[in-house]
Each structure stands twice: as structure tokens, then as C-alpha cells.
């Protein structure tokens, strides 16, 4: 912090300072302070004064960490039944009295709500926010906030952009890496409290002693940080590595077999988070394939984890073209049936949206479908379909846009936050996933602003009211700059990316047009002279269904009735064009290419209008970062600089491609004031 009176103000409020209590956590906190205090305002590395003797009757310190259980002053206090409120996982951070002194203290009922209230504090300073008069009480939304690794045992890492997966299996579980650390403070810092190591298209030799020694090492790093670790677990492993004929959940032999496997992992990581589970999704084993449901193969694997505590994120992703349903239909119709036949540990897992990840897509059905069972969210924080770590895309107001997102289920106002935060159904067990965008890369997410998508995910898990404009700003202070005018500057560029992106890639509710396999670029293209052999469900026809009379998947009764699955008044709004938010036009409907939207524009202008739009506000950002190079540190600016000269040709060959695809079906001209593709 370089000014001066802002420093004198931090240093007069929060010197000395002391961390009561011996646990693993408090040393944590300590170092976090020793090194951030000693970072930010020059104090004196390390705690000043003694606490431990004379106390109560001389305390020196002017910023107090600690329970109320480690320490007589916080005893002392009158804090009213705050500390109730807060629960488990809160904490309070308060300017008081103590003898007549000031003194502000974090406190909390658990070492974990001490660090978390720990790092907000020190978020306060390095985003410049006063000190001297705080009364902060915040305790969690949802209680599993958990980041998903979708990392293979080899190290790579399934749509993973940032390099190769942090964890070195091979060299688990003597060497500790430092990254393990650095990694579980980050996410301790914004209330991340469990990871799953492993891909969720599991290698079922996570389950191997070999690996589970493994697996103890990295939950005993993490335990201190107040983070679980979880397993994704492959449904077919008793057959696979425990030698049965069959893994099928009715069996009482398999059924054993897990109760046996739980009761090995417990004994090594007494308090193992539990197990993810993708099911007869995408080629994966599943309880279907002995002819049992999917609450069948979570409660088998549900029960065995019970006795220790541990839950089953069981996941909603299910799709096969065989079922000759369409694919954005088939979650719900498989789980709907389901709801109140799970176990009280499970908890289903729904991707945000009805398809996969999509740079738009309206928020999945099953939010508002099934009342009696816990339903978990998956976002996705690597950008599979939006760019990978080339793209700048602030994800904020995607993951907004769905939390906010009205599902009507209970009348107005039963928003998927409330689903998810359990607010709305009164459960008790909720939870928030996020695909981690983290790899070995120097600067973890390939590219830097990757890194606030990690943010976000954390800030909303931790209460999804929040808004992302205010988390940007925080992160931007954190990361960037303090710089009023810049802030402001990047922060607009980043609440603007996710909407320049839809545009320069899917406007107008269009969907699923990328590069076949990899996802990367465009190509809506896929699908026009199919193989047999090539899933029509993985193609790009399949979603656009353009044709020479126009644009779109018919989702309403005539077609695949998808509005269906949705509540009054949803269903009806979606039924008609007109009612249907522009937004999400060509999900729901097919229209004709002269359609003429709210605006005047016809379905042809305006998607020319938008691809152009897309394009041009990604070249406008890139000018608007090089003017910012006062501001930014040299290396940061000039990764994004390269970054963003690579998305502005991108958006450019997006747009290009795209209109000059579907323009073969329209035939029609350039609307006016528009270049003709220079691709052509
Ligand atoms: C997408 C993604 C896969 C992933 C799958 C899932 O289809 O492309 O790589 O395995 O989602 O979420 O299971």
C-alpha cells in the first residue's frame, strides 16, 4: 500500500497483532498475516506483543484472532448471540473496546471461520476499504462449495487450458509441493471448503491403496485450510479392481465391496468428503446398466458413506442419443421420476444449463423439478466452449444470470439461488460445484483474468446474492490495480466479455456450434454430411437446425416441447417468440429468416448485427487494454495484450465463419453498412 495516510490509518487500526490458539489452522493464520501485514503496511514480520501472559489485564494487541474458546478477551466481549448466527463456518470481524482500548477482532465458532474472516479483512485492504468501524457478520450460503478437477491420473487434464494438472501423483505422497499450499490458501481465501481431485470420467484406480496413501497426503495439506477432499469414483470398480462379476448396486457382495472401500478411505482421511459420481452419461458405467435407477447407484454408494459422514454428489448429466429424446430433455426426464427416493446424503449435481456449458443457455429444468431432493450447482469455471484460456470472458454474469434466474417453482421469487442455497425447500445439505479452470501454469489459470472466474465461483458459492460487478471490482484492486480510473476501465471490459462473447459465438439463444471434439472455434458446419459412426446429438445441425426457411430448434409443443419442463408462466412465455427474451430466441424456437424482431430488424439482420457487434467489441477491448499499460504490471499487460490481438482475429474468423455459414442457408444479402466477411 503506498499511501501513506491510508498505511498510518491500517497500521494505527490492526498493530500489533496476535493469533490466539496452537492449532494447525491458527499457525496458518499467522503466517497469512506475518506475510500479508508485513507485504501491505511494512509492520514487523510476525505477532507483536505477548498475549499469552498478563492478558486480560494488559492486551497489546490491536487486532485480535480467535475463538472465543482459545481466548478470555473474545470471551469478555459482549457479543450477543452473533456468534450463533454465524454458525459453523462464519466468522465476525468487529472494531470494540477491551478495557478501554479499540480493538478490532475476527472471531468465529471454528479455526476454518477464522481464516475466512481472516482473509476478508485482509481483502479490505487490498481493495482500500476502511478500517476503523467494521461489524462484518457473514457466514455461508451453501455448504459444499466445492471445486471439481476433471484431472486424469496422468496429468492431463480434461479441458483443462492452464498446462498440467497440479497434482504429481507420481511423486505423492512424500513430496509436498508448495503448490498444494499456495493452491489451498487461494481457495481457503474465498471459502472454497472441498475439492474433487479426479476426473469425473474416473479412473477407477483412484480406489487403489496405491492411491489413496496418495490422496491422504494432499486432504492432510488441506485439512488445516478448512478443505475436504472428494473422489469421483468409476460406478463399475468393484467389477474393475475389486475382482466381482458384477458391480451391480442390488448385489449384496458389491454393495460390501463399497462399505469396505468407504471404511478403508475413512481410516486414512477421517473426515473424507465423499464421492462424485458421473452414471451412465457419455459411455460411462452406471447403475442402468443392471436395469437399476440412478437413486438405486447413489444410495448403495450413499449408504456406505453414512456412517462416516460422507455424501454423494451424484451427477444430472445424462444424455444418450439411443433414447431418441432430445438431449436437453433427457436430465429431467430421467430425475424428475426420482425426487424423494434419495437417501439423505445425496446430493444431485445439475450442470447450470439444460445442454453443457454453453456461453448462453436458459437455466436447467430440473432446478424448479424436484423439491425433495438437494440439488447441487455445476458451473464451469474452465472455458471449454468459451474460448479456453485464450478468451477473455468474465463468467460473473453468466453464473448471475442463472443464480438470478426465476424458476417459479414456489409462485414468483423461487430464484435457482434459493433452490441451490436450500432457502426455498428448507434442506438442509446444499452445494455449489465448479469445473476448476487450474493447471501448473505459472499463473495457475493460463490466462490471468481465468484467475477471476476462480474468484467469482468462490464469492457466489459463499452467497449467490452477491453482485459480480462488485467481485470484479474487489478482484480487479486484488489483482490489477488501484488505480480508480483503471479499475473502473477493466472493470466494464469485464462485465461487458460474457455478452461480446455470446455474440461473437452463439447470439440469440444459438448453441453448440463449435469445433467437433475440442470444442474450440467455430464450425456450425458439423453435422452437414454426417458419418454413421458420428452422434447426430454431437453435432452442430443438430442445435442450429438451419434450413432454407430459417433458424433455430423448435423446442416449444411443436417440436420437442422442452418449455414443457418449465413452470407457468415460463411455459407460456417460451411457447411464443414474442414472449420469449430475444436473449434465448433460437433456443426455443425455429424462425423464419425474415422474422421480424421487437426492434424492427429482421432474424437475418439481426444476427449479422450481432456476430458483427461480437467482433467489434473484442477489438475495442483490445484497445482499451493497450491504453492501460501505465497502470498494470509490465508482464500482466502484455500477456493479456497478446491475448487479446489473439481473440480479436478469433472473433473476427467467428463471425466471419458463421455468417458466411448460415448466410448459404438465408440467401440473403449483407444487411447495409455491413463489410462482406473478408474470409469469404
Ligand atoms: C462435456 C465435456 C466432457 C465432460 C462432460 C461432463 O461433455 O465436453 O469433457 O466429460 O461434459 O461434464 O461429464
Given at each position: 500500500i503506498t499511501n501513506t495516510r491510508e498505511r498510518e490509518g491500517y497500521i494505527k487500526a490492526l498493530s500489533p497483532w496476535q493469533v490466539e490458539g496452537e492449532a494447525a489452522t491458527a499457525d496458518f493464520i499467522r503466517q497469512e498475516l506475518t506475510a500479508a501485514l508485513g507485504a501491505?503496511?511494512?509492520?514487523?514480520?510476525g505477532p507483536v506483543g505477548?498475549?499469552?501472559?498478563n492478558s486480560l489485564a494488559?492486551?497489546?494487541?490491536?487486532l485480535l484472532v480467535a475463538t472465543p474458546e482459545e481466548s478470555a478477551v473474545i470471551r469478555s466481549l459482549?457479543?450477543?448471540d452473533a456468534l450463533t448466527r454465524v454458525g459453523q463456518e462464519g466468522y465476525l470481524i468487529k472494531t470494540t473496546r477491551y478495557r478501554d482500548k479499540p480493538i478490532t477482532i475476527v472471531t468465529a465458532n471454528t479455526h476454518a471461520g477464522l481464516l475466512y474472516g481472516t482473509f476478508k479483512l485482509l481483502q479490505l485492504l487490498q481493495t482500500g476499504q476502511a478500517v476503523s468501524n467494521l461489524a462484518i457478520e457473514s457466514a455461508p450460503a451453501t455448504k459444499l462449495r466445492v471445486l471439481n478437477h476433471w484431472d486424469n491420473?496422468?496429468?492431463?487434464?480434461?479441458?483443462?487450458?492452464?498446462?498440467?494438472?497440479?497434482?504429481n501423483w507420481h511423486k505423492l505422497p512424500h513430496y509436498k509441493s508448495q503448490r498444494y499450499y499456495d493452491y489451498a490458501r487461494a481457495n481457503a481465501s474465498i471459502g472454497i471448503n472441498g475439492?474433487?481431485?479426479?476426473?469425473?470420467?474416473?479412473?477407477?484406480?483412484?480406489?487403489?491403496p496405491q492411491y489413496l496413501v496418495k490422496v491422504k497426503a494432499l486432504a492432510d495439506i488441506f485439512r488445516p485450510y478448512g478443505i475436504k477432499v472428494y473422489l469421483s469414483v468409476k460406478f463399475s470398480s468393484p467389477n474393475l479392481?475389486?475382482?466381482?462379476?458384477?458391480?451391480?448396486?442390488?448385489d449384496k457382495n458389491v454393495q460390501a465391496w463399497w462399505q469396505a472401500k468407504a471404511n478403508e478411505i475413512y481410516s486414512l482421511i477421517p473426515d473424507f468428503g465423499g464421492f462424485l459420481v458421473k452414471a451412465n452419461s457419455e459411455g460411462q458405467p452406471g447403475p442402468g446398466d443392471f436395469g437399476r435407477s440412478h437413486a438405486q447407484g447413489a444410495n448403495m454408494l450413499a449408504d456406505a458413506l453414512a456412517p462416516h459422514g460422507g455424501n454423494v454428489m451424484w451427477r444430472a448429466f445424462v444424455y444418450n442419443?439411443?433414447?431418441?429424446?432430445e438431449r436437453s430433455k433427457q436430465a429431467y426426464n430421467e430425475f424428475k421420476p426420482l425426487?424423494?427416493?434419495?437417501?439423505?446424503?445425496v446430493l444431485v449435481q445439475v450442470k447450470?444449463?439444460?445442454?453443457?456449458?454453453?456461453?448462453r443457455e436458459p437455466f436447467s429444468p430440473l432446478f424448479g423439478a424436484m423439491p425433495k431432493t438437494p440439488l447441487m450447482m455445476e458451473f464451469q469455471i474452465t472455458q471449454e466452449y468459451l474460448g479456453f484460456s485464450t478468451h477473455l470472458v468474465y463468467l460473473g454474469p453468466l453464473y448471475e444470470e442463472v443464480l438470478k434466474?426465476?424458476?417459479?417453482?414456489?409462485?414468483?421469487?423461487?430464484?435457482v439461488a434459493k433452490v441451490v442455497d436450500g432457502s426455498l425447500y428448507g434442506h438442509g445439505i446444499t452445494g455449489m460445484a465448479g469445473v476448476a479452470n487450474i493447471g501448473s501454469d505459472r499463473n495457475w489459470?493460463?490466462?490471468?483474468?481465468g484467475q477471476a472466474n476462480w474468484y467469482v465461483f468462490g464469492q457466489l458459492a459463499w452467497?449467490?446474492?452477491?453482485?459480480t460487478k462488485q467481485i470484479a471490482d474487489d478482484w480487479i484492486r486484488m489483482t490489477?490495480?488501484?488505480?480508480d480510473k483503471a479499475v473502473n476501465t477493466i472493470r466494464a471490459m469485464m462485465m461487458a466479455s460474457r455478452e461480446t462473447a455470446v455474440n461473437y459465438m452463439t447470439p440469440l439463444g444459438l448453441h453448440h456450434i463449435m469445433g467437433w471434439g475440442h470444442h474450440y472455434g467455430p464450425a456450425p458446419w458439423i453435422g452437414e454430411q454426417k458419418p454413421d459412426w458420428m452422434r447426430e446429438d454431437w453435432t452442430s445441425v443438430y442445435y442450429h437446425s438451419a434450413n432454407a426457411t430459417g433458424l433455430g430448434k423448435d423446442r416449444t409443443a411443436s417440436g420437442s416441447?422442452?418449455?414443457?419442463?418449465?413452470h407457468a408462466p415460463l411455459r407460456q412465455a417460451y411457447s411464443d417468440p414474442k414472449t420469449t427474451p430475444t436473449e434465448l430466441l433460437l433456443w426455443f424456437h425455429h424462425l423464419p429468416w425474415h422474422y421480424e424482431l421487437a426492434n424492427g430488424n429482421s432474424l437475418w439482420h439481426e444476427l449479422v448485427a450481432r456476430y458483427y457487434l461480437g467482433a467489434q467489441a473484442v477489438a475495442e477491448m483490445a484497445k482499451t487494454w493497450d491504453g492501460l499499460e501505465a497502470n498494470i504490471p509490465p508482464q500482466l499487460f502484455k500477456q493479456v495484450q497478446m491475448a487479446l490481438a489473439i481473440q480479436t482475429q478469433e472473433a473476427a474468423w467467428w463471425r466471419d465463419a458463421c455468417v458466411l455459414y448460415f448466410q448459404s442457408y438465408s440467401k440473403q444479402s449483407l444487411p447495409e453498412g455491413f463489410a462482406k466477411p473478408k474470409h469469404s
Open positions: 501491505m503496511l511494512g509492520v514487523e514480520a505477548d498475549y499469552t501472559h494488559h492486551p497489546v494487541a490491536r459482549a457479543l450477543g491420473l496422468d496429468r492431463y487434464v480434461e479441458r483443462g487450458y492452464a498446462g498440467e494438472s497440479i497434482w475439492v474433487v481431485l479426479n476426473n469425473v470420467n474416473a479412473d477407477p484406480l483412484i480406489l487403489t479392481i475389486g475382482g466381482l462379476p458384477t458391480s451391480d448396486p442390488l442419443v439411443e433414447a431418441n429424446v425426487d424423494g427416493t434419495f437417501r439423505q446424503n447450470n444449463g439444460p445442454i453443457d456449458f454453453q456461453p434466474a426465476d424458476t417459479y417453482a414456489k409462485g414468483a421469487g423461487s430464484t489459470t493460463g490466462h490471468i483474468f452467497n449467490p446474492e452477491v453482485s490489477l490495480t488501484r488505480d416441447n422442452v418449455i414443457a419442463q418449465y
